[in-house]
């Protein structure tokens, strides 16, 4: 499987072309798309968003990562194995997180190149094909040469931040369930939010947060949007008020 973590939108070309890319490099390999909408150009909102995300697919998956404000400069290409999984993308800090909290990890330097690589589109012409040649069963060492990512040690374990608002105006956060007790209240764009454990705890029109589905405290509104009645956005700090 190909699991797609883009901020390429999904109005446009852009995740059409890598869609297509990948079916006619693996054809037999399904291709999932998990996030068009990674925070765009935000490698450090994005790294704890993938990471939270990542986890819930099989060992031997391919996750194609691009948030990468930084193409066409001399930032590298990176393969990082982490925990039976491959990810593929800028070595940029995307995968910090991934490979923080995985038990084991290697990463490569990308060394292969397609004949022709624009300087504006490398997870088409680029990081889609790699991910494609492992997806299919070709070796790291034939793509690429061991190294060591850029570390973003100043990064925190956990973000007390937004990292993501969703469908329905829900805001994620770069905190883990275990960083809070469900007594704890948060502070953020001065409202001070407490906990329910599912939205139908929840009185009806009132704020709360809660551990999603997949580890991460998420700020909501019961029958309202979060984003809008709080007034948060990607980059929100929160407070841990205790």
Same mark, same amino acid.
């Given at each position: 499987?190909?699991?797609? !973590?883009?901020?390429?939108?999904?109005?446009?070309p852009? +995740?059409?072309? =890598?869609?297509? =890319?990948?079916?006619?490099? $693996? %054809?037999?390999?399904? =291709?999932?798309?998990l !996030?068009?909408?990674?925070?765009?150009?935000? %490698?450090? %909102?994005?790294a704890?968003?993938?990471?939270?995300y990542?986890?819930?697919f099989? #060992?031997? +998956?391919?996750?194609?990562?691009? &948030?990468?404000?930084g193409?066409g400069? @001399?930032?590298?290409?990176? /393969?990082?194995?982490?925990?039976?999984? !491959?990810y593929?993308g %800028?070595d940029n800090?995307?995968?910090? *997180?991934?490979?923080?909290?995985?038990?084991?990890?290697?990463?490569?330097? /990308? @060394?292969?190149?397609?004949?022709v690589l624009?300087?504006?589109?490398h997870?088409?012409?680029?990081f889609?094909p790699?991910?494609g040649?492992?997806?299919?069963?070709?070796?790291?060492?034939?793509l690429a040469?061991? @190294?060591?990512p850029?570390?973003c040690l100043?990064?925190?374990?956990d973000?007390?931040q /937004?990292?993501?608002?969703d469908?329905?105006?829900? $805001? *994620? @956060?770069g905190?883990?369930?275990?960083c809070?007790?469900?007594t704890?209240?948060?502070?953020?764009?001065?409202?001070?939010?407490?906990?329910?454990?599912?939205?139908? #705890?929840?009185?009806?029109?009132a704020?709360?947060?809660? &551990?999603?589905?997949?580890?991460?405290?998420?700020? $909501?509104?019961?029958?309202?949007r979060?984003?809008? +009645? *709080?007034?948060?956005?990607?980059?929100?700090?929160i #407070?841990?008020l205790?």
């Open positions: 499987m190909i699991v797609v !973590f883009t901020d390429f939108g999904l109005a446009g852009y +995740t059409g072309q =890598v869609n297509a =890319v990948l079916q006619q490099i $693996a %054809p037999a390999v399904p =291709v999932i798309q !996030f068009a909408d990674a925070p765009a150009a935000q %490698p450090k %909102p994005a704890y968003l993938l990471a939270a990542a986890v819930w099989a #060992a031997g +998956t391919v996750l194609l990562c691009v &948030v990468d404000p193409v400069s @001399t930032r590298r290409g990176l /393969i990082v194995a982490a925990d039976g999984r !491959f593929v %800028p800090g995307l995968f910090e *997180l991934v490979r923080r909290r995985a038990a084991t990890s290697r990463a490569w330097d /990308i @060394t292969w190149q397609p004949p624009s300087a504006s589109f997870g088409r012409d680029l889609a790699v991910a040649c492992l997806a299919r069963g070709e070796p790291p060492s034939s040469r061991p @190294t060591a850029v570390d100043d990064w925190p374990d973000l007390a /937004i990292v993501y608002i469908h329905y105006g829900n $805001a *994620l @956060t905190l883990r369930g275990e809070l007790a469900e704890g209240q948060l502070g953020v764009c001065g409202h001070v939010i407490t906990h329910a454990h599912t939205f139908s #705890a929840a009185p009806d029109g704020a709360f947060w809660y &551990v999603n589905s997949n580890g991460l405290v998420e700020i $909501a509104v019961n029958g309202g979060a984003d809008r +009645t *709080l007034g948060l956005a990607i980059g929100s700090e #407070a841990i205790g």
